[in-house]
């Protein structure tokens, strides 16, 4: 992996000193044109030994292009509210938008490859990490991003000599810290676990760079020329293939689903309702105060037909939580910085930290539903979403965070039963537009849709509860019950 | 001030039962018509003595209205992020948008109060924290926001019968921490010094409402009434009445400002341009690195007409500074986020932690200059940004910011050679638009807003640098020279 970044390349200094202003320049006008396209973020990430020059290049690449719309983010340890949500949070809040260059110093490999190389991480820990992050930057090249994967490599001869020489001049010597050394005990192990590491995740749709660090005019030449084309390539329109996802299974022939056999006749009396929801309220209060919740949260996404009864639910939850602990998230339409971003970003906002609880009124299922049956999203794009919705919700769990999921499901007889009834009722009337009254009629479109998503999406970690809702006390006391249920044993 | 939330007011139970489905309908649908008008964002405080109820009304108000769209915070202490920038970042951080409402629980007052009888803070510091809060206040109020101030009282033995009440029943023990036991000890201090903060702050745009605490029925119906009474009348068109700002002076007869007396002549030759660039380039990484930049930050504004040349002065600031440490943020139009928030929100998001700069080419001083000529912003709110401007620098300073002000100022006549050239060379046509020069001819309507704006905020903390640029070279030397002098006397 390594090899041919040890056989000592070279660039002459007045041959860099010829090159580098026509690179420059190119290197401004691909990113002014980015810029206008508005269309592509940019991830470099530079990892790599230390003293390979990695700190000299992202400084060079913000002096070649304008760096008003570059963002260099470098992650050190992470901060208290880093650590209380899944790892990748941080990363997603240092997303660059589209037609920006962000550059991450310090990226998604380096705890890793640290942990496994100066830690009791196993490999096959390892190997679990790698197979989120191939998943990950998966997600973002389809999602549009481009990224650029810069890996410095220096010999063990030529990191002990670079770090001697920077140590003994006094300009540099800040730069050489305690750690530095003491990684450098463990080159050869670092490198082994690097190479793994850079063969699990150099994939088609975001190669690593592997690039010698040795000499600077070629370690500089090299990284803007690799960048140069990258972006250039984008420009042009190529994209990188992504592999198609699975495809979803056909219907079943009889077409029975989880949603027409439903039993939507249960019904609770008013007096038992009350009784219950006491109850159920007051264990679900003890419950989100639980010595155990200190370091976990709460993720509760509520989904279903329009007047299926998702903010009257939320709010029977809401009156069981103290308010400071919860926060309410109706999903509408995404704003402008939003939709700057993939689109899961929107939700990865909004991940709780421990002790608190988030809870959707709707949620990142509506890539599955409305664009889907609106055909908002491509179909290789709501198909891929199956996956990364997974995948995210792994995370979350990961992160400490307990997960409940329900869909509210009425009978297409009682969703027209509650539109005539809120179009009577003055205080109700807000809720009920001619757009409700046309996606009505989108009922059939949206039963195989509705089917695929608890197939595909539902798992041990985050279980999707069906909950019929024609009788909205049953509802509300089935939802808090199953909540309970579901705290309870995650505890 | 609490004596009347002393006579022990009582409202029965069933009074209360017949009114409450009343007070909480007229509350839903305010909220209802709060978000359909989307103009007013409304933050509820919650402070007091421990015990007095505080919790239960948060959690009414959010049983009462819909939750989905209040943001209920609760401060407790400050966050490694939130403690390496200005107090009141974190209370910025989580100001409810246009037509929200955000309830703060622990508010900017509590600090303040505390650290006044529990610790060692002067009075005269408490009156400086004080007078601050109150222009955050009125700054709010003049943006739109209609602010509920709540204070929830008992008197000491009514608190100490609470206390016990509260620690004596299993179910509720467990919300008497040791701090309410030992803050109770300073009882007549906590009341004496709170006496104190409201009766400072008790202004006409935002008044104090105290609350007798001692009765649930009364206490509840009373909160939630009053936020029902400042709504409504919002709605109704009602505003608070903010002081106008103070007036400009009249510009002087002989109309010599500091920037027809600059003296425009001054200019570098290559040669010395290159070798002071490289000197202060070098000074300037070192101060950057400089031990006691640990715990300071840098925030440097550069201001000035089209072409005056910020892109380029800027690249040589950030070419001395390594590229993890700073951020350059170009200001453009406020985003759909952005214009929900009154002005300054958009800056302090990009307030910088503790060893990073921040780079602002263009700035908050938009408000006095682009929204005055072009009249995006009414006279009064331009006029009040000078006042809102200069505490907003004093906080970042308080914050350990070093603030360093840059106008580069060029002649009409450079700018018009200037915007002749960009037009004929490829590579710089993009920075020229039919806007710049539209925007030419409006060169006499700056004169005096910026002649103004120095006049106004230039001080002590956060100087501006006017610096005569029609020499490219004289003036980027002048401006690194400038900084470094400015943070090395800062250090």
Redesign the interface.
């Given at each position: 992996m390594f090899e041919s970044a040890e056989v000592g390349h070279k660039l002459k200094k007045t041959e860099f000193a010829k090159q580098e202003p026509v690179l420059r320049?190119a290197l401004?006008?691909a990113q002014?044109a980015l810029l206008?396209e508005n269309k592509t973020p940019v991830i470099i990430l530079v990892n790599g030994v230390d003293g390979a020059g990695k700190?000299e290049t992202?400084?060079l690449?913000?002096?070649w292009m304008?760096?008003?719309?570059?963002?260099?983010?470098?992650f050190g340890p992470s901060?208290?509210?880093e650590r209380q949500r899944p790892e990748m949070w941080r990363f997603w809040q240092a997303l660059p938008p589209k037609g920006r260059i962000g550059?991450m110093?310090g990226s998604w490999y380096t705890d890793p490859i640290l942990q496994r190389v100066m830690e009791s991480e196993t490999e096959s820990e390892l190997e679990k990490r790698l197979a989120r992050i191939r998943d990950h930057e998966r997600m973002l090249v389809a999602e549009g991003t481009l990224i650029v994967k810069l890996w410095f490599h220096l010999s063990k001869s030529a990191q002990q000599m670079r770090l001697k020489e920077l140590s003994t001049k006094a300009k540099t010597a800040?730069r050489v810290t305690k750690d530095d050394w003491r990684h450098f005990k463990h080159y050869d192990e670092f490198v082994q676990v690097s190479q793994l590491a850079l063969r699990e995740t150099s994939t088609g749709e975001a190669p690593w760079h592997v690039i010698d660090g040795s000499n600077h005019a070629y370690r500089s030449f090299t990284a803007g020329s690799l960048l140069l084309d990258a972006i250039t390539r984008r420009l042009k329109g190529e994209r990188h293939v992504v592999t198609p996802p699975e495809p979803l299974p056909q219907p079943s022939l009889d077409h029975r689903t989880v949603l027409n056999t439903a039993d939507y006749r249960r019904a609770l009396t008013h007096s038992t309702y009350e009784r219950r929801l006491a109850k159920l309220q007051g264990d679900l209060n003890l419950l989100t105060?639980h010595k155990k919740m200190r370091d976990r949260s709460l993720v509760i996404v509520f989904e279903g037909m329009d007047a299926a009864g998702k903010?009257s639910t939320?709010?029977r939850v809401?009156?069981a939580i103290?308010?400071?602990?919860?926060?309410?998230?109706?999903i509408a339409a995404p704003?402008?910085?939003e939709r700057a971003q993939p689109y899961l970003w929107r939700f990865w906002r909004h991940v709780p930290t421990h002790g608190h609880s988030a809870i959707f009124?709707r949620s990142w299922y509506g890539r599955v539903l409305v664009e889907r049956v609106e055909k908002f999203a491509s179909e290789p794009d709501w198909m891929r979403a199956y996956h990364e919705i997974n995948e995210f919700e792994e995370q979350l769990a990961d992160g400490g965070a307990i997960i409940s999921k329900f869909w509210l499901a009425i009978t297409q007889a009682e969703q027209i039963k509650r539109f005539k009834v809120r179009a009577k009722t003055p205080?109700k009337q807000?809720k009920i537009t001619e757009e409700d009254w046309r996606n009505r009629k989108k009922w059939p479109a949206y039963e195989r849709p509705v089917a695929d998503m608890i197939d595909r999406t539902s798992s041990d970690i985050a279980p999707w509860n069906i909950v019929a809702s024609n009788d909205k006390l049953w509802s509300r006391v089935e939802v808090l019950e199953r909540l309970c249920e579901r705290i309870e044993s995650s505890l």
């Open positions: 320049s401004l006008d002014h206008a700190g992202v400084n690449f913000n002096a304008d760096p008003r719309y570059i963002h260099t983010f470098a901060t208290d509210v550059i110093f800040w105060r903010g939320i709010r809401t009156r103290d308010a400071r602990y919860y926060r309410v998230i109706p704003t402008e910085e009124d205080y807000f």
